[in-house]
């Protein structure tokens, strides 16, 4: 993979917000890859191997991501998504 050429290693794939009108791949990527997938606590999404709440803080070693609620910019998307910000 590109990645492992330039010395990354990617762990998790983090979705920030989800809509039932766009796509995700996060499933199948996970699947393929064995990477990790977080989301949301409040997206409707099965199959995740976490899902984060308001303010909560993931650490990944040493960075820090904090989850925080957002108002949805378009009220016919019901879940209110989490922005995920590094601190």
Do not use: F, W
Not at 6 to 14: A, K
């Amino acid at each position: 993979m590109l990645l492992e050429e330039v010395g990354v290693t990617l762990r998790y794939c983090l979705e920030t917000h989800l809509h039932a009108d766009h796509i995700t791949g996060t499933d199948r990527l996970c699947r393929l890859t064995g990477y990790r997938s977080v989301v949301p606590h409040n997206a409707r999404v099965r199959g995740a191997d976490y899902q984060m709440r308001d303010g909560e803080i993931l650490k990944l070693g040493d960075t820090q991501i904090q989850a925080l609620s957002a108002t949805p910019k378009e009220p016919q998307h019901p879940v209110i998504p989490i922005v995920i910000t590094l601190i």
